[in-house]
């Protein structure tokens, strides 16, 4: 080292921070021509963002105890400065990023991104979301009311109907022969320890992959010339943070205005400290969790139930490797891509309204008709996407 | 160096799959600890073990409410008179038999219980979870014996914890594994 070397380059020879700048961002080279639905990427990273700092200063001031649980949240909700504000971020949070990661997967969808060669991109973001949905059902607990406990009963007595080690395995998971001192704990340590180390770990891996093979544009074709693209930073910096402005607006509008939007995000039964000698009218799943309840519902033989709400979420992993149309994107595509991706939406978001609905024999059937549309879209995808004729695709990008 | 210059590929290939093979078996062994530990710990065992209850001073038609593993057990002596009604068919019955597992092998009878005079049921409805309630009173009831009603949704059951026709409660009352250790103990959480 030379004695004019300067703080920059002292940094930079133990550091590589000016590389990781150029490979990640400055010299990042994206299609120009993303769209809106790019930017929910950004967007999940904030809201994790959101809840890694909100959730740390929510556990300065929660007690994970049965006795104390409940009341420890009505004191972070009265008595703690701002209390209400970081639990209603939280809480509103939680409901934000399944929204935002449902629309990262619509795209997804929408513009094949999970074609060769992103395939190890979707499984990534595929399991970032199952830790997700751990992450979420733990936190759900952490309240100790009654749709937490009851909830928490419920989904963790589904695994008793696993053939011999059914029983034990619900015990072993709880630590007790009902839900109680021990799930809270657990579930509180891996609320706050194990899934949000996960949650950062994939992000990590799932960037890390998405950069080495680039990203997917709307037009579904391997950008080649380098008009088409442009550095990462500034051009789609500022448009993220653009998207992130006008999130924050909506976000904060709920936050400020609507923190149980009618019982959707934050549900009144709740408000009830957990209760185990009284079960609540109607224990309703969280509406992001509503469709994979209602598939466990609607079907009448409990263990192909839980096998049918597994394999919902399971098959989503082998979408890469199901599509064989030779292009990527819906704008391409022919009739029968669009007419199923189109069922497999309306299907799902049915489902979803009918989870939250009491169980009778005409929701029944319509939630058994939604099922077999939603799996048909992804068990027929080999036939139709190989079968339909699709229309010519650009060799550049069109904007 | 050394007394030798070539190196024995196949003494490190066996030291090498050796290690390999037994740092497996470490790992294996080492998740013990960390799956046993999630399990019930000792305090929820004592808490959870089986207790024993008097019946000594129960008398024919009484009902006793013991609480066990945070659950309302009922414990009722059956008059004779409740014993006949229980062995006749009764077509108002959803499952007369018992064939869903809501009991134990030894209580798949009509008076779902070891022994007819005793009946040992868990007191939770099974639609919602609610507290049912002894009734003599009751349309659906015979007059002589009466049944449980369950006060939040009207669910009904007979004496032995059978669930009727037309209420929304799906399947029997749950009974607990249970035995007698004498003629006036019973040991509610063991069987024989």
Not at chain 1, 127 to 143: A, K, M, W
Request: with cysteine.
């Amino acid at each position: 080292m030379t004695k004019r070397s300067g703080n920059r380059t002292w940094w930079a020879d133990r550091l590589p921070l000016i590389a990781v700048w150029k490979n990640y961002c400055s010299e990042y080279f994206v299609p120009k021509n993303l769209n809106f639905y790019y930017c929910f990427g950004a967007l999940a990273l904030l809201v994790l963002g959101n809840q890694f700092l909100t959730g740390l200063w929510l556990s300065f001031f929660y007690t994970p105890t049965v006795q104390s649980a409940f009341q420890s949240v009505e004191t972070i909700m009265r008595d703690v400065n701002y209390g209400w504000l970081l639990r209603y971020m939280h809480s509103t949070g939680a409901s934000a990023f399944f929204l935002v990661i449902y629309v990262h997967l619509f795209r997804g969808l929408l513009y094949g991104s999970y074609q060769k060669p992103r395939e190890l991109v979707w499984l990534l973001g595929m399991g970032l979301f199952l830790i997700l949905l751990i992450e979420s059902f733990c936190g759900y607990l952490l309240p100790w009311g009654q749709l937490s406990y009851w909830g928490a009963q419920v989904i963790t007595s589904v695994f008793a109907t696993i053939p011999y080690i059914g029983e034990q395995l619900v015990t072993w998971i709880r630590g007790d022969f009902m839900v109680g001192q021990s799930t809270l704990q657990r579930f509180y340590a891996l609320h706050i320890i194990a899934m949000p180390l996960l949650l950062i770990l994939f992000s990590f891996l799932h960037i890390v992959a998405l950069h080495h093979v680039g990203s997917s544009n709307p037009d579904g074709i391997e950008v080649k010339d380098p008009a088409d693209k442009i550095p990462f930073y500034p051009y789609y910096v500022m448009k993220d943070i653009m998207a992130m402005l006008l999130f924050a607006v909506v976000f904060f509008t709920i936050v400020f205005f609507f923190p149980d939007m009618g019982g959707f995000f934050l549900e009144p039964t709740n408000a009830e400290p957990a209760n185990p000698m009284v079960t609540p009218l109607h224990i309703t799943p969280l509406w992001y969790m509503a469709p994979f309840y209602c598939i466990l519902r609607a079907i009448p033989d409990k263990n192909i139930g839980i096998l049918f709400m597994f394999a919902a979420m399971g098959i989503l992993f082998f979408l890469p490797w199901l599509d064989r149309s030779p292009v990527r994107s819906m704008r391409y595509k022919g009739k029968l891509s669009r007419i199923a991706l189109g069922l497999m939406v309306g299907s799902f978001v049915t489902l979803g309204y009918l989870g939250m609905q009491e169980l009778n024999p005409l929701n029944q059937s319509i939630a058994q008709g939604a099922i077999i549309l939603y799996f048909a879209y992804f068990l027929l995808m080999p036939l139709y996407s190989r079968l339909e004729s699709h229309l010519p695709v650009p060799t550049r990008i069109t904007l | 160096m050394s007394d030798t210059d070539t190196i024995d590929q196949e003494r490190r290939r066996a030291l090498g799959s050796g290690i390999r093979i037994l740092g497996c078996i470490g790992a294996a062994c080492a998740i013990v600890p960390f799956v046993s530990s999630l399990k019930p710990n000792q305090q929820t065992l004592d808490a959870n073990k089986p207790i024993d209850i008097d019946l000594s001073a129960l008398q024919p038609g009484q009902q006793m409410t013991v609480q066990w593993r945070g659950k309302p057990i009922w414990i009722l002596r059956r008059t004779q008179a409740m014993i006949t009604q229980l062995e006749q068919d009764n077509p108002e019955l959803r499952d007369p038999n018992s064939l869903v597992p809501q009991q134990p092998a030894f209580a798949q009878n009509p008076w779902r219980s070891l022994h007819p005079d005793y009946l040992v049921l868990v007191g939770i409805c099974t639609h919602l979870g609610c507290i049912p309630e002894y009734r003599s009173q009751d349309p659906m009831f015979d007059a002589n014996a009466g049944g449980y009603y369950c006060p939040c949704h009207g669910s009904r059951f007979d004496l032995s914890g059978r669930v009727y026709r037309q209420v929304p409660a799906p399947i029997n009352l749950e009974v607990p594994i249970y035995r007698f250790i004498n003629d006036h103990t019973l040991r509610l959480g063991e069987t024989t």
